[in-house]
Antibody, heavy 120, light 110 residues
Framework: EVQLVQSGAEVKKPGESLKISCQGS????????IGWLRQMPGKGLEYLGI????????KYSPSFQGQVTISADKSINTAYLQWSSLKASDTAIYYC??????????????WGQGTLVTVS | QSALTQPASVSGSPGQSITISCTGT?????????VSWYQHHPGKAPKFMIY???KRPSGVSHRFSGSKSGNTASLTISGLQAEDEADYYC??????????FGGGTKLTVL
């Protein structure tokens, strides 16, 4: 069974750094993409970017380029989303999702449970 | 690139059919048959419903179907059921390894 397990909820202050994680299991972690999306309170899903763990090829949505960093450690089947200096506007639920093929449209077929990040 | 445009809300009665539109441009929806649709019940993980514009992943009900005309893709749900009430999002490949998402549509089952 494909599973993506995300790290737990975080409460941070503005200006602090943060790294959240997404660990995959039940499939070949290096031959699928991992995408990150967020849902701000009362808003819709927004796409942040995507990484291919085999070679760490990373693509960012233009809106989030420079705002977050996506990385992966294939040795432990884990992808990361990090901030160097959080803002209150980063408060959101962050989801990771397995992407079957970026050039076939992403195709996010399995999702993590979400990580709530509160910046206050 | 700009987000895809979806109606903020649609509604329908049980048993009816509804269609949710997703309008892009000639740089994304109009060029690529690579539109996906996701269903999101609040508090739960989103669910993959349609890929490559018209295909259904294994396990997704045949009541859900996708189509496209020009720069607009559509998700049609037939035989509407109470459990279909959710938020729906479209996404499209936009070339050069980029994806673009819609703002989401809230479906209300009356």
């Amino acid at each position: 069974e494909v599973q993506l397990v995300q790290s737990g909820a975080e409460v941070k202050k503005p200006g602090e750094s943060l790294k959240i994680s997404c660990q995959g299991s039940g499939y070949s972690f290096t031959t699928s993409w991992i995408g990150w999306l967020r849902q701000m309170p009362g808003k819709g899903l927004e796409y942040l970017g995507i990484i291919y763990p085999r070679d760490s090829d990373t693509k960012y949505s233009p809106s989030f380029q420079g705002q977050v960093t996506i990385s992966a450690d294939k040795s432990i089947n884990t992808a990361y989303l990090q901030w160097s200096s959080l803002k209150a506007s980063d408060t959101a639920i962050y989801y990771c999702a397995r992407g079957l093929s970026l050039v076939r449209g992403g195709n996010f077929d399995s999702w993590g449970q979400g990580t709530l990040v509160t910046v206050s | 690139q700009s987000a895809l445009t979806q109606p903020a809300s649609v509604s329908g009665s049980p048993g009816q059919s509804i269609t949710i539109s997703c309008t892009g441009t000639s740089s994304d929806v109009g060029t690529y048959n690579l539109v996906s649709w996701y269903q999101h019940h609040p508090g739960k993980a989103p669910k993959f419903m349609i890929y490559e514009t018209t295909k259904r992943p294994s396990g997704v009900s045949h009541r859900f179907s996708g189509s496209k005309s020009g720069n607009t893709a559509s998700l049609t749900i037939s035989g509407l059921q109470a459990e279909d009430e959710a938020d729906y999002y479209c996404s499209s490949y936009a070339g050069s390894g980029t994806l673009v998402f819609g703002g989401g549509t809230k479906l209300t089952v009356l």
